[in-house]
């Protein structure tokens, strides 16, 4: 019981200090089939910023995103207020996956949206944090794509395989000379991902990159790595 009410408590807060954070963002696609499968990004820590996910590019250019998949695209700041204007999520699973779910309903209220169809992406904190929740919820996620690892606590993926993780799509993606704990985290969930849980992978280490940051082909790659992720026609 008490898990459950520190995680309750965690949700709570968060969901009371919503007014205060910084806004969040949406792409919605021009002209895209009903209902429309969601993507949800889970910024870093300290990292969120409310004009989208990839550091400057335009919203011109993530709409190109939406309208290419046919997809919503939101963002929103993590769970925990860190009192400076930034934010990081609290790595607890329940209550950031009740956090996403709120998040996700509020800000998809008026559009019609496939809550069946949701894949996540993250980076770094909200790399992990997306491979938990989408390992330990699967049939609220179908996947996700997960850029360079990192957290400020230990690892919380599902350890028990589900019939739902068969189904389910992931790319671990890191520069193969980042930080030895990124490189090292991303091969780790890539291998459980695939070995114990049973799920799609693809992994790779951008050969030549030591900057923790995005993936350097990110915005031409995307497209493909969500349509993956979200496509319609596997059974759940």
Known sequence: MKPFLVALALFLVATVSEAAKPKHFIFVPKAAAEPMPVAVWLHGYRGYSPDGYFPGETAEAMQKHADALGAVILGFPATTDLGDDTQQWSEE???DHAYVQDRLRALTKGLKVDLKRVGLFGFSQGAMVAADLATLYPDSYRGAILMSLGG?????????????HAT?????????????GNVSLT???AGHL?????????LKLYEGVSKHTRPPDTMTQFPTWMGAILKPDEKR
């Not at 790319?171 to 930080?179: L, P, V, Y």
Request: hydrophobic letters at 40%; glycine letters at 8%.
């Open 194 to 202: 695939e070995k114990v849980l049973g799920a799609r992978v693809t």
């Open 168 to 180: 389910q799509v992931y790319f671990c993606f890191c520069g193969a000379d980042e930080h030895e």
């Open 187 to 189: 091969k780790a969930y």
């Open 152 to 164: 400020m606590g230990a690892p919380k993926a599902a350890e028990q395989k589900l019939p739902a």
């Open 93 to 95: 699973p329940v209550a």
